[in-house]
């Protein structure tokens, strides 16, 4: 049992980094309907500035968050302009070719720039954690699910009471629409594309301590977040929290009871599961279409 405690916690971490990293992939799907592979990339261009900031230039860790979220405001503005907007008014397969193109892209542009050479961004706190009976809590996974729960109340409060929400979720529901009822819908989905990068980018610094900051991060994260997405419900933001913190404790016991190397595969199998016998996911429903 005490192990059993240890490992939901640890899990409930790791997967607290696939739930932001997944709710991302859910609303720019909602805002635009295509999916945005470079996700995670986002995630991983957000360790790299802090390591840039934090580490190289030894600047105050606060002050090197503030820069990389600013970076990362900035690379969703980027994204926008260049990959989503010039294929706006195409079908989704050439928009989601440019996504992958652009994940390519930002992750060789990284290799050039800083080396294949994995590196180590320090923990954000000097205390390692604390022990509560027979559970050991780190601190940078205290830290990851604190965060995601107040992203996720963010999340919630932001889009359900303030105008500027309502007009994200009027874009996301109808495009045409909203743009009669005088909504700026590019704007809209820019600011769209902004939130997804910040998301992934907070994903990215509060899980770099913990793992080696490296080119394949943002593939690894993304292609769990992804499956997180497909299992809660493709374009449902509690389905993609609840499968993001699902996926975290199944590959975290799985690695402890059945084998550390396949660790990532479990994830993959729970999805196929999905796919075979409820492909709508948890909270998604069943669409009927006449032949």
């Not at 405690?5 to 799907?29: E, N």
């Not at 970076?71 to 260049?82: I, R």
């Not at 989503?84 to 989704?92: A, G, K, M, S, V």
């Amino acid at each position: 049992m005490d192990l059993a405690l240890q490992l939901f916690f640890t899990g409930l971490g790791i997967g607290a980094v696939y739930a932001l990293v997944a709710l991302g992939f859910v609303l720019i799907f909602r805002a635009t309907n295509v999916v945005n592979f470079a996700q995670g990339e986002f995630s991983m261009v957000a360790a790299y500035l802090m390591v840039v900031f934090a580490v190289d230039l030894h600047w105050p860790y606060a002050l090197a968050l503030l820069a990389s979220l600013a970076g990362m405001a900035l690379l969703g503005v980027v994204f926008n302009l260049g990959v989503y907007y010039p294929l706006r008014h195409r079908t989704f397969l050439p928009v989601i070719i440019a996504t992958i193109g652009a994940s390519i892209f930002l992750a060789n542009t990284v290799l050039a720039l800083y080396g294949p050479q994995p590196q180590v961004l320090p923990g954000w706190f000097d205390t390692p954690g604390l022990q509560i009976g027979p559970v050991y809590l780190d601190s940078q996974y205290l830290l990851i699910m604190v965060v995601t729960l107040i992203l996720v109340a963010f999340n919630f409060w932001f889009f359900e009471h303030t105008l500027l929400g309502k007009k994200l979720q009027a874009t996301s529901q109808d495009k045409e629409m909203a743009a009669l009822l005088g909504i700026p819908v590019a704007t809209m989905i820019m600011l769209t594309f902004v939130y997804s990068a910040l998301l992934g980018g907070v994903a990215g610094i509060l899980v770099a301590p913990i793992l080696f900051v490296s080119i394949q991060m943002g593939s690894t994260i993304a292609l769990k977040a992804f499956a997180a997405t497909i299992i809660g419900g493709f374009g449902d933001v509690k389905g993609a929290i609840l499968g993001g913190l699902a996926l975290g404790v199944i590959e975290t016991f799985g690695a402890a009871y059945v084998s550390v190397p396949y660790k990532d595969g479990f994830a993959f199998l729970v999805l196929v599961a999905f796919l075979i016998f409820r492909p709508q996911g948890i909270f998604g429903e069943r669409v009927a279409e006449k032949a």
